[in-house]
């Protein structure tokens, strides 16, 4: 994220209270909030450069790339995906993630960042090997082949000039009603990231400098239920799935020329059988209204930053992952195809 703020002006921001005084935030390029402990609270910042962004290397550029060989640090048992902590030769701590959703999670956290929203620094690679790894994992084992190398991980720099503070609520947030949190909403449904419990987002306290007070950075952190499905199946093949993803309705109302307001596919609720899963099924069943009721400007605002990406960049975000050169291409005009209905709709003058 440290490489993100490079990106930055820190001469157009605008504080303001949680209780309101955003009507000047259309006039900023960043969109802040004041926090309780004085420093600023930060979730969107004006793409200036997006046509030259690097997607092939995102967020933390070549310079924060992974350096082998690796160590290995302890497991991390939290979430639902199995992940374990490693250092690399430069001493820089990373975040494993094994199984399916590491593909997805390295294209999405390109693309939220393109727009200008905050995003970890994810790389993947297609073979990792960590000396000192324990002989049995609590949980992964089954990803480790007999000579001890993983296939197919997302690597996450840990920043020594960041400390995760707690999560927010897309509910009850310092950018409420805002179009920059709108912006984020119609993201969610532009990559199909159905997984939007709360805790999957998270809040980063930065150190300030000299020139820059510190911000506490909103964003949404775990993307790995993205390009698949539109809701929980308990499968894996609700994320990172070719089909699925192309397949999907992207727009369930809105289309037409009456109305100011949009209503997206995902998230949908989870599939009826998972009601057997209680808590599974239950911190999922109310999020539907992130895709739901959001202003077209605000949804029109954000097919207009997406569709300053050029052909390949958008490639070059599949590419990451390493998808093969045909999932690269089906995946990215699917893509496009919803980029060019976001700039489609019809937005009245009134709500412009």
Same mark, same amino acid.
């Given at each position: ?61 070549? +310079? ?14 939290? *979430? ?27 294209? $999405? ?15 993947f ?20 082949? $007999? ?50 419990? +709360? ?8 150190k300030?400098?000299d ?28 994320k ?37 899963? $209680?808590?599974?099924? #239950? ?10 009721h ?8 954000? *097919?207009?930053l997406?569709?300053?990406?050029s ?5 070059? $975000? ?15 005009? %699917? #893509?496009?195809?919803?980029? %060019? ?12």
């Amino acid at each position: 994220m440290n490489q993100y703020r490079k990106h930055g002006s820190t001469r157009n921001i605008i504080p303001v209270t949680l209780l309101g005084a955003l009507l000047a935030v259309g006039f900023a390029s960043e969109l802040v909030s004041a926090s309780n402990d004085s420093a600023t609270a930060v979730l969107w910042r004006d793409p200036t450069d997006i046509a030259t962004r690097n997607l092939l290397e995102g967020p933390g550029g070549k +310079d924060h790339e992974p350096h082998p060989p690796f160590t290995f640090d302890k497991e991390d048992m939290k *979430g639902s995906n199995p992940k374990f902590d490693v250092r690399d030769s430069d001493g820089v701590k990373w975040k494993v993630k094994l199984g399916v959703e590491a593909k997805p999670e390295t294209v $999405a956290s390109r693309l939220i960042w393109a727009v200008g929203y905050f995003a970890n620094e994810d790389y993947f690679l297609p073979e990792f090997r960590a000396n000192g790894m324990p002989a049995h994992l609590q949980r992964g084992n089954s990803f480790v082949e $007999a000579d001890g190398s993983i296939k197919n991980v997302r690597l996450k720099r840990e920043s020594k000039d960041e400390k995760k503070i707690g999560t927010w609520q897309w509910r009850k947030n310092p950018f409420t009603d805002t179009r920059e949190l709108n912006g984020l909403r119609v993201m969610m449904a532009v990559i199909n990231n159905w997984d939007l419990k +709360d805790d999957n987002n998270a809040i980063y306290r930065e150190k300030g400098t000299d020139a820059q007070a510190p911000e506490t950075v909103y964003l949404v952190s775990d993307l790995g239920s993205s390009f698949g499905t539109t809701n929980f199946i308990a499968s894996d093949k609700g994320k990172g799935n070719l089909e699925a993803y192309v397949h999907s309705k992207f727009i369930r109302k809105g289309e037409e020329s009456t109305g100011n307001f949009v209503d997206f596919e995902d998230p949908k609720r989870p599939a009826p059988f998972i009601a057997f899963n $209680a808590p599974e099924f #239950l911190s999922r069943v109310n999020l539907e209204w992130i895709g739901r009721h959001l202003p077209k400007a605000d949804a029109q605002w954000t *097919g207009q930053l997406l569709a300053k990406l050029s052909h390949d960049q958008i490639r070059d $975000a599949f590419r990451a992952a390493q998808y093969t050169p045909e999932e690269v291409e089906a995946f990215a005009s %699917a #893509l496009e195809l919803r980029i %060019a209905e976001l700039n489609q709709l019809y937005v009245g003058s009134a709500a412009k």
